[in-house]
T-cell receptor, first 111, second 117 residues
Framework: TQLLEQSPQFLSIQEGENLTVYCNSSSVFSSLQWYRQEPGEGPVLLVTVVTGGEVKKLKRLTFQFGDARKDSSLHITAAQPGDTGLYLCAGSYSSASKIIFGSGTRLSIRP | NAGVMQNPRHLVRRRGQEARLRCSPMKGHSHVYWYRQLPEEGLKFMVYLQKENIIDESGMPKERFSAEFPKEGPSILRIQQVVRGDSAAYFC???????????????FGPGTRLTVL
């Protein structure tokens, strides 16, 4: 059972365009993280959101945690080729130690 | 990837051999997590360890897989009698405190890519 669904799975857009990646679940998480993974490397944490409705910005990236803490979105403004990579959302439960990962969104930005 | 070390980075084994994957957590971190990633998929939790203790092994296959985190030295993920289906990237993460509810972060290593011939 996939507890975290990410969409789209693949996205290829032109440099300068905007995009949004979604992460949805039927479960309530105590916190949710977004990671970016380059080929041949481990995931690198971009942000952690904890409070329902929370919005965090990291330069051109905007992360939002849903009010019910079941879903999240990542919005990239004016995408650049350097944004290319695999974006993973991951949720944590307060009662468990493990992180549940989504299946990822593979993003490709064309120059 | 903040200081978590994994070796080897690439490991090739023939079916039936043993694979040993090592993970040295970040300095000051006493919590270690192992994940497996198949091509084009997200990471799947395998096991969570503290020094000398297995805390949660709910994601570990029941046979052939074991993990340890001794008082001294790295954490080891051991796969006995490997099969082709074990081919994957294995990632280790470490944290300072137990995650899950807290905002303490798991930092990931670069992974070990296991290929079973």
């Amino acid at each position: 059972t996939q507890l975290l669904e990410q969409s789209p799975q693949f996205l290829s857009i032109q440099e300068g365009e905007n995009l949004t990646v979604y992460c949805n679940s039927s479960s309530v998480f105590s916190s949710l993280q977004w990671y970016r993974q380059e080929p041949g490397e481990g995931p690198v944490l971009l942000v952690t959101v904890v409070t329902g409705g929370e919005v965090k910005k990291l330069k051109r990236l905007t992360f939002q945690f849903g009010d019910a803490r079941k879903d999240s979105s990542l919005h990239i403004t004016a995408a650049q080729p350097g944004d290319t990579g695999l974006y993973l959302c991951a949720g944590s439960y307060s009662s468990a130690s493990k992180i549940i990962f989504g299946s990822g969104t593979r993003l490709s930005i064309r120059p | 990837n903040a200081g978590v070390m994994q070796n080897p980075r690439h490991l090739v084994r023939r079916r039936g051999q043993e694979a040993r994957l090592r993970c040295s957590p970040m300095k000051g971190h006493s919590h270690v997590y192992w994940y497996r990633q198949l091509p084009e998929e997200g990471l799947k939790f395998m096991v969570y360890l503290q020094k000398e203790n297995i805390i949660d092994e709910s994601g570990m296959p029941k046979e052939r897989f074991s993990a340890e985190f001794p008082k001294e030295g790295p954490s080891i993920l051991r796969i006995q009698q490997v099969v082709r289906g074990d081919s994957a990237a294995y990632f280790c993460a470490s944290s300072q405190r137990r995650t899950g509810g807290s905002t303490d972060t798991q930092y990931f290593g670069p992974g070990t890519r296991l290929t079973v011939l």
